[in-house]
């Protein structure tokens, strides 16, 4: 047997295999009746004292450090010379030769380049909000989903576990480029999931337009700005550019334009977008275009798989872009 | 049965019965990789409950960032590898011909003497090159995230994945 027999004898392998006897019988005795539960309800309960008191000294505003990183940027009125604290509704601002990096709580950190105006809005421990009036910041945050937000004049920036670099300017048209993890840009009822290696660009009223990796090629780029911001007219012209131009690399940016395009046209990106990654088993044709959620969050759980996979292994491996398996 | 979203919002909420319709929707993925991962059909069904009793702690947590499949997976990659770190007992192999029944009892199992083959040879295969192989070429994982989630370095997870595709084909040569 060779080494492509046997990647097609593995291939062939099931996914499932139904245990030879009903657990459930004793997974439902041991969920029922655990023993931790009974025995040790006084240190949980302590525990739990102790947490409610440490939420409650949290909901309290409290103050993030600061520290120049070049320059004297500004709190409020002051000038920072070496390190302060921001406290919640100061602003910080630098000048075109001032940076400064802040502390998000004890999450993560941001940097604020020169010519930005950041304030802080929420500093609890179940919220860290920020607003950027204008400029540019660099974002590293560890720590569960949805616990870092950065406001901008356009939309939000919600933090998904990630490092990102956000710029705006004071009417709302920015980018934002992910560099790893994944995060989510939200105005009004739009929203756009941006993994690492891939960026957005955003605009006042309209907000995030389809993200797209950063070594996608120009004219496919081109042809989604056309179709994000320019008048509906040239829609369809520049929908058949970006289905002609996509490669698997791009699929990330297909299952977003599948869910901006009319309804008329869902299936024609639907099944280019099937031909490139092809959709994870349970996923149907019809979910998909209907746009119901639990297809398109399994597709996007693949797509985003396949891309992480490639981003990782970049320079070190070849990868199957439309699978996301490894290159023999 | 209701869809599984609505499923795991239940369950979320400490209703045992759409747990149970969980259990009964993900059972035969999960067992299939507890099975394949211990090479062992004792230690499948334990880790199989493991996870389960596992997941019903954690499943608050599960905030719907990725599909609730995917997730399940992780955990029970998860709940297998901890084990076996912890009790380190897996040194003996004892392989799925002990319970050749298992496999044969599955409709999607019962194919080509081949697929049987390969599986008692992959439970056959030494600990680390069968973790290594069932993580990367049936799951799909990478070597950075193997490395991770075994606790060995990136080269070790590429020479025991060379060894074990190695050993599998001359096991299924003879």
């Known amino acids: ?328 | 049965m209701p869809p599984p979203d609505d499923l795991v919002a239940r369950a979320q909420a400490g209703d045992q019965t759409a747990f149970r319709d969980l259990y009964r929707q993900h059972a035969g993925r999960v067992y299939a990789l507890c099975l394949r991962l211990t090479g062992d059909a004792r230690d499948a069904d334990e880790r199989t409950q493991d996870v389960f009793v596992r997941l019903w702690d954690k499943l608050r947590s599960f905030r719907g960032d990725s599909a609730f499949s995917s997730w399940l997976h992780r955990l029970a990659v998860n709940v297998v590898l901890n084990e076996r770190r912890t009790t380190g007992r897996r040194e003996r192999r004892v392989t799925l011909a002990e319970d050749p029944a298992v496999l044969e009892k599955n409709p999607g199992t019962s194919l080509e003497g081949l697929s049987i083959d390969l599986e008692r040879a992959i439970a056959d295969l030494p600990n680390g090159a069968r973790e290594v192989f069932v993580l990367y070429d049936i799951e799909g994982y990478g070597h950075g995230e193997i490395a991770e989630l075994v606790g060995i370095a990136e080269g070790t997870s590429k020479a025991q994945l060379f060894r074990a595709r190695r050993l599998l084909r001359e096991k299924l040569e003879r």
């Open chain 1, 1 to 328: 047997m060779n080494e492509q027999e046997l990647h097609e004898a593995v291939s062939r392998l099931p996914k499932s295999i139904e245990p030879p006897r009903d657990l459930w019988p004793d997974i439902s005795a041991r969920i029922k009746v655990r023993p931790w539960r009974r025995w040790y309800w006084v240190p949980l309960a302590a525990a739990a004292v102790f947490v409610l008191v440490m939420i409650g000294r949290s909901i309290k505003p409290t103050a993030w450090d600061v520290t120049a990183l070049a320059g004297r940027p500004l709190i409020g009125t002051h000038r920072l010379a070496a390190s302060g604290r921001l406290r919640v509704g100061d602003w910080l601002q630098t000048d075109d030769s001032s940076r400064a990096l802040v502390a998000v709580g004890r999450i993560g950190q941001v940097e604020v380049q020169p010519d930005t105006r950041v304030q802080l809005v929420v500093a609890r421990a179940d919220e860290h909000r920020l607003a950027l009036a204008h400029g540019t910041i660099a974002a590293k945050v560890d720590a569960v989903p949805r616990l870092f937000f950065v406001e901008t004049p356009a939309g939000t920036a919600i933090d998904l576990g990630c490092a990102y670099t956000l710029a705006t300017d004071s009417l709302g048209k920015g980018v934002l480029h992910v560099t790893a993890g994944e995060v989510e840009f939200q105005t009004g009822l739009r929203s756009a999931r941006v993994p690492l290696g891939a960026l957005i660009q955003i605009r006042p009223t309209t907000g995030p337009g389809i993200p797209y990796v950063d070594d996608a090629p120009a004219p496919f780029v081109r042809a989604l700005m056309t179709f994000d911001y320019e008048p509906r007219g040239t829609r369809a012209r520049a929908i058949r550019t970006v289905l002609a131009l996509a490669r698997p690399q791009d699929a990330l940016s297909l299952w977003h334009l599948l869910q901006r395009v009319d309804p008329s046209l869902r299936g024609l990106v639907y099944d280019r977008l099937a031909t490139l990654v092809p959709p994870p088993p349970g996923v149907t044709r019809l979910g998909a275009i209907a746009l119901h959620l639990p297809d398109l969050d399994e597709y996007w759980t693949t797509i985003q798989r396949i891309h992480f996979r490639m981003m990782v292994l970049r320079g070190v491996r070849d990868v199957d872009p439309r699978t996301g398996k490894a290159v023999h």
